[in-house]
T-cell receptor, first 113, second 116 residues
Framework: DSGVTQTPKHLITATGQRVTLRCSPR?????VYWYQQSLDQGLQFLIQ???????AKGNILERFSAQQFPDLHSELNLSSLELGDSALYFC????????????FGPGTRLTVL | AQKITQTQPGMFVQEKEAVTLDCTYD???????LFWYKQPSSGEMIFLIY??????QNATEGRYSLNFQKARKSANLVISASQLGDSAMYFC?????????????FGRGTSLIVHP
C-alpha cells in the first residue's frame, strides 16, 4: 500500500459527459501528479500541483482540468468525454518538487462508451 | 524524440534465474534521475529503484540492482533470483526538468514473465 488513495476505482460513463477523479496523497506529501495510461500512448504525465499551486503541465487536454485543495487532496476533472479518453488515470504524490520518488495510487479505470 | 527506450517488449526467465531489463535514455542535462517501476496485472505502479546521475555507485534494493552506465546512457534493471511474483510490466523512467519541476518520462515498458 503506497498510502495514496484514489476514488473511484472504476468509472463507466458516456461520451459527452463530465467526471471527477479524486486523489488523496500520502500523509505529508505536498506534490500531487496526475498521469494517464493508455495502450497506445503509454504512461503520460498530465499535471502537477505543489501545495495548492500548479507546478508543471504536460500533455493535458483543454477539456481536462485539475486542482489541489487546502487539505492537499486533488481532483482531476474530465469533460466532454470522448471514446479515446478511456484509460487508467493515476495519481502520484511525493514529498517535494524534485528528486523524490513518486508513490502511485491504485488508479481509476475510466471507460467511456 | 523518445527520451526513454525500452527495446524489449517481452522477456521470459526461469524462476530463480537472474534477468536484465534494458533501458536507454537521452538527455543533455548533467543532473537527472532514473527510476524503475513495476506494474503487476492488478494495475498499481510500484517504485523499485532510483539512480541519480551523480551517484557513483550503482543503486541496489534487495534483489533489484540498477546497472548504470552513464557514458552509454543506459540504466538496466537487474533482477536476481527471479520469483513467480516478479511477472509484471516494468517501466524505466527519467526525471527531467519541466516548468518549475522535475517530471518523470516513462518508457513503453517491458513485460516480464517468470516461468516455474
Amino acid at each position: 500500500d503506497s498510502g495514496v488513495t484514489q476514488t473511484p476505482k472504476h468509472l463507466i460513463t458516456a461520451t459527452g459527459q463530465r467526471v471527477t477523479l479524486r486523489c488523496s496523497p500520502r500523509s505529508g506529501d505536498l506534490s500531487v501528479y496526475w498521469y494517464q495510461q493508455s495502450l497506445d500512448q503509454g504512461l503520460q504525465f498530465l499535471i502537477q500541483y505543489y501545495n495548492g499551486e500548479e507546478r508543471a503541465k504536460g500533455n493535458i487536454l483543454e477539456r481536462f482540468s485539475a486542482q489541489q485543495f487546502p487539505d492537499l487532496h486533488s481532483e482531476l476533472n474530465l469533460s466532454s468525454l470522448e471514446l479515446g479518453d478511456s484509460a487508467l488515470y493515476f495519481c502520484a504524490s511525493s514529498g517535494g518538487t524534485a528528486y523524490n520518488e513518486q508513490f502511485f495510487g491504485p488508479g481509476t479505470r475510466l471507460t467511456v462508451l | 524524440a523518445q527520451k526513454i527506450t525500452q527495446t524489449q517488449p517481452g522477456m521470459f526467465v526461469q524462476e530463480k534465474e537472474a534477468v536484465t531489463l534494458d533501458c536507454t535514455y537521452d538527455t543533455s542535462d548533467q543532473s537527472y534521475g532514473l527510476f524503475w517501476y513495476k506494474q503487476p496485472s492488478s494495475g498499481e505502479m510500484i517504485f523499485l529503484i532510483y539512480q541519480g546521475s551523480y551517484d557513483e555507485q550503482n543503486a541496489t534494493e534487495g534483489r533489484y540492482s540498477l546497472n548504470f552506465q552513464k557514458a552509454r546512457k543506459s540504466a538496466n534493471l537487474v533482477i536476481s533470483a527471479s520469483q513467480l511474483g516478479d511477472s509484471a510490466m516494468y517501466f524505466c523512467a527519467m526525471r527531467e526538468p519541466l516548468g518549475g519541476s522535475y517530471i518523470p518520462t516513462f518508457g513503453r515498458g517491458t513485460s516480464l514473465i517468470v516461468h516455474p
